[in-house]
């Protein structure tokens, strides 16, 4: 239990897929602007890459590795994650078509984030177990989540702020978000004793 | 500084808060009008220019074609208007949380209950499968009991003036 507590942290927090492993950093700018659609597009992001860290799994274990086609692993991981977005698209507009009408924006935007890419390549190299690795892809797109609200939250205030006009827009907020990744620098001096 | 301003005496604090967006009326149904989302001309102003990055999977307008929904026609809209709709502030929060948490909780549920007890990948698999399909149906419950509130409907607020856009930065 102990294990994949300390293995969900250093996901989330100390591993953070934005701010220390720089993935997916285009949804980070570009969908932050407001906290719910933050919120919408982080959701969309962690269901996708748990759904598809599964399936990956499950076709690096029975396919990939056994048959030693290693080789083929970034080109097939590309074609899970897609079939994934496709069917999280299919499933939502049949569960509710209206909830498809609100939140179907931004699941094309996810086939193209590469973070979810980074995931399912990371749980590859980690040789986890069928658990773990779920576990893992979950955790590491809630840390994706909760920092894509924090700078959505930040935005909004920045927006209210008198910055001067060279820094204003994407200059302060890049800058900001440096200063966030220093801040979850400080997660790596955690210790478990 | 805007903190000395008085408060526009006409601005309704007890409304709830919406979400605006500008669609134009594409066809009329009766008493229904049939509208479609506006294009934005920059990525990044609003949510709707989301859509705009995403030329890779079909074209724009065949994704705003497929992005038509229908209100009530409470103004006498007629083909070709532009107007501003909105949806309450935490509809999408709400929307997002029926639609991906649910079935997610219900899937890391089943697994870590099916590894527990079995310790068995190939049936941990099988229990996060089903335990999705059931988050699903959750999910479609949920959905359900949103309509019905009208938490999902987008609303008429009024005619979009001349070049008006949702971008307001």
Redesign the interface.
Known sequence: MKEYVLLMVSAALVNNVILARFLGLCSFMGVTTRIDTAVGMGMATTFVITVSSMADWAVQSFLLEPYGLGYLRTVTFILVIAAAVQFTEMTVKKVSPPLFEMLGIYLPLITTNCAVLGVALLLVEGRMSFIASTLFAFASSIGYSLVMVMFAGLRERMALADVPRLFAGPPIGFIVASLLALAFMGFSGMSTS | MMMNTPADSATDYSAPAL?EGIAHVVAINGGKVWLEPEQTGS??????S??C??K??GTVAN?LE??R?QIENPANLVVGERVVIG?R?????K???????V??AT??TS??MA?WRFGS?LI??AA?VAG?GLG?VF??MG??Q??MRGD??PQFIRRARPGETCNH?
């Open positions: 979400t990525c990044g102003g609003c949510a709707a989301g859509a990055g995403a890779g999977i994704r497929a992005r929904f949806v502030d935490n509809a999408l929060i929307a997002s949380i029926t639609a991906y948490a079935p997610l899937l890391l697994g870590a590894q990948d941990t698999m996060m999705l699903l999910s479609r959905a359900g949103l309509l999902l409907a930065d």
